[in-house]
């Protein structure tokens, strides 16, 4: 590609990606940082993850939130979803239904997750949903 992938990964990676440093998922924070790919962000998928940066688990407080949310949000492209959000196939998990609109109104190259029950939607919008890892391989060929 000439230009990189605009991608909507979902929050479970990019969470992995933030917290854990040094984990299998630290790679994808190294792409978005190094311009391999344009995460695309709405809304909705912003609040999502400053709600789970929150959670009591991953013993967080306010700046280490901050400071998480600085390494990824500047390197992200913003879309506005209309009201009605474009069709996209219904999925299981109410919870995922914002990504699947994120990638169509951002006419995303590719969705980017590791939820089964968005993963079983490939083929049903007009990019590929595709694992973390088939995405890292993709980037890095």
Do not use: E, K, T
């Given at each position: 590609?000439?230009?990189?992938?605009?991608v909507v990964i979902d929050t479970n990676l990019v969470l992995s990606a933030?917290?854990?440093?040094?984990?299998?998922?630290a790679?994808?924070?190294?792409?978005w940082q190094g311009q391999r790919c344009v995460p695309l962000v709405s809304k909705a998928t912003t609040a999502e993850l400053i709600r789970v940066l929150?959670?009591?688990k991953f013993k967080l407080d306010e700046a280490a939130q901050q400071e998480l949310l600085a390494d990824y949000l500047p390197w992200c492209a913003t879309v506005r979803i209309p009201n009605p959000p474009p069709a996209a196939p219904e999925c299981r998990d109410p919870y995922d239904q914002p990504f699947l609109q994120l990638a169509v109104a951002g006419k995303a190259d590719c969705l980017v997750s590791g939820d089964r029950?968005?993963?079983?939607?490939?083929?049903?919008?007009?990019?590929p949903i595709i694992s973390g890892e088939q995405f890292l391989q993709m980037i890095e060929t």
């Open positions: 590609m000439s230009r990189p992938p605009r933030l917290v854990f440093a040094n984990g299998r998922l790679v994808l924070r190294h792409a929150a959670y009591p029950d968005l993963l079983s939607l490939d083929g049903q919008i007009h990019c």
